[in-house]
């Protein structure tokens, strides 16, 4: 799908090295060297919902993408659902819709696959993540709590 100059095609198991490159443009923060990531990415990969994972490029170059993982049957979901494990935009392409187009696309393609529920995460400091994934219909629906070991 091309539109706006900006092109968003399934993702590949080859496409995993430009992930890389995506989230050194979009996040700050680096815990993790650039092969620890791809090691992470390739495991969250094998179990993809992959017909919904989608990458961006624009002029060529890959700008972002979305990675959204199978869940198990669960007492919660009782059917089919998905993760979306992560979305992430170049930074000089955040706030243009790259972001909102990548999600639409993947919550429309697990539907077309018959999942009946999506859940995503956000840190609770992130209010760009947020009202992003509440414009496209995703709810508040837990709190995660969590503590250092």
């Known amino acids: 799908m091309k ?14 090295p430009m992930l890389v490159r995506i989230m050194e ?10 092969g620890e990531q791809l090691a992470n990415l390739k495991r969250v990969y094998a179990t993809a919902a992959r017909s919904a994972c989608f990458i961006a490029h624009a002029e060529g170059e890959p700008v972002g993408f979305v990675l959204t993982q199978k869940n198990d049957a669960n007492w919660h979901a009782p059917t089919p659902s998905a993760h979306v494990r ?6 000089d392409f955040q706030g ?26 956000a840190r609770l400091d ?16 837990a ?3 969590i503590t250092n070991l």
């Open 86 to 91: 992560l979305l992430a935009v170049a930074k």
């Open 126 to 141: 992130n209010a760009k993540a947020i009202a992003l994934y509440e414009r496209v219909g995703f709810e508040r629906d």
């Open 25 to 34: 443009m979009a996040f700050t923060s680096k815990r993790l060297t650039a």
């Open 96 to 121: 243009r819709g790259v972001g909102t187009r990548l999600l639409r696309m993947s919550l429309l393609a697990l539907k077309k696959a018959g999942y009946s529920e999506a859940s995503v995460n």
């Open 3 to 16: 539109t706006g100059g900006l092109s968003i095609r399934v993702m590949r198991m080859r496409d995993l």
């Open 143 to 145: 709190l995660k709590f």
